[in-house]
């Protein structure tokens, strides 16, 4: 009864340290500020948008993107690649064209390898003389489409360790009622 005892509390302490020590590993980037800022008015459309997080985003081809979305569906992202700065991605913009409400969507690799998406607007008061991004080059996907992170959700982790823990406590209970010859 004491073995038994003693692999319980074990596999316990065991259970808990894997789950305390997952909350970090789970843990995604977090958008704390923007330029221009969610909802903000601006007379003149931003050369570029910046997106600063609270942990550092990996850079590299493709991994991070964004949409620019006018009136009528138009795009006004540019091709250029992102530039990235520890918790900052610097994404160019093309000049603005009506007074309207954008929408920008992004998606960007979380210090985790985990994609984050996300959405802000932004109203242009005054209209500017840009065009739309040709129909062929805005394949990216709309803001607000896609789950906030490509992560497991916690709780999976959580119901598969309990489920671990029970059945190495069912079988460390067992293991030690066999008939012995």
């Known amino acids: 009864m004491r073995r038994a005892l003693s692999l319980l509390l074990a596999a316990l302490l065991a259970g808990g340290l894997a789950l305390a020590a997952s909350g970090t590993a789970l843990a995604h980037n977090v958008l704390v500020s923007s330029n221009p800022k969610d909802g903000e008015a601006l007379a003149t459309g931003p050369a570029e948008i ?13 991994f991070n993107t964004i ?3 006018g009136p009528d569906e138009t ?7 992102p530039t990235v700065k520890n918790n900052s991605v610097i994404f160019k ?16 690799l979380s210090a985790d390898g985990h994609p984050v998406t996300g959405s802000l607007k932004f109203t242009l008061t ?13 394949a990216a996907p709309s803001p607000g489409s896609g789950p906030d ?13 309990v489920v671990l823990l029970g059945g190495g406590v069912y079988f460390a209970l067992r293991g ?6």
């Open 67 to 69: 949409t620019v979305i």
């Open 93 to 108: 913009v093309r000049p603005l064209g009506p007074a309207a409400e954008y929408k920008v969507g992004y998606r960007i």
């Open 75 to 81: 795009h006004w992202e540019a091709p250029d690649e």
């Open 50 to 62: 910046t997106l600063t997080f609270d942990q550092p985003v990996q850079a590299g081809e493709k």
């Open 149 to 161: 992170d490509g992560g497991v959700p916690i709780w999976v982790w959580i119901a598969g360790a």
């Open 126 to 138: 005054t209209a500017g003389n840009g065009t739309p991004a040709p129909a062929s080059t805005a």
């Open 176 to 181: 030690g009622t066999g008939a012995r010859r």
